[in-house]
Nanobody, 129 residues
Framework: QVQLAESGGGLVQAGGSLRLSCTDSGRTGNSYAAGWFRQAPGKEREAVAA????????YYADSVKGRFTISRDNGQNTVTLQMNSLKFEDTAVYYCAARTVTYYARNYYYATASPYEHWGRGTQVTVSS
């Protein structure tokens, strides 16, 4: 079973950078598309970025384009979100999510929450203004 754990959150000043990692400790060998979501207090969970199993296709929310980069290392069962030029409004709990895919869906990403079957517990990112 896929078991996701996020790391790398913390407190950073506006303009700074953080690198979030999501590791599948279950090591099932399953193929999965992955995504990062965030939820700020009083707001709904929103998609930040997503990546296909192949790594060839990615999605970014308009609010993070040009600042965030999603990548993956399937050999290490890790998906990473590099966040640069952080803004106060990026403050949120960030969640990693995974959806098991077949070979034929290896190039698909999913930019909404409903397709994802597995979720991490989240990591807090706080950006001070």
């Amino acid at each position: 079973q896929v078991q996701l754990a996020e790391s790398g959150g913390g407190l950073v000043q506006a303009g700074g950078s953080l690198r979030l990692s999501c590791t599948d400790s279950g090591r099932t060998g399953n193929s999965y598309a992955a995504g990062w979501f965030r939820q700020a207090p009083g707001k709904e969970r929103e998609a930040v970025a997503a990546i296909s199993w192949s790594g060839d296709n990615t999605y970014y929310a308009d609010s993070v384009k040009g600042r965030f980069t999603i990548s993956r290392d399937n050999g290490q069962n890790t998906v990473t979100l590099q966040m640069n030029s952080l803004k106060f409004e990026d403050t949120a709990v960030y969640y990693c999510a995974a959806r098991t895919v077949t070979y034929y869906a290896r190039n698909y990403y999913y930019a909404t929450a409903s397709p994802y079957e597995h979720w991490g517990r989240g990591t807090q990112v706080t950006v001070s203004s």
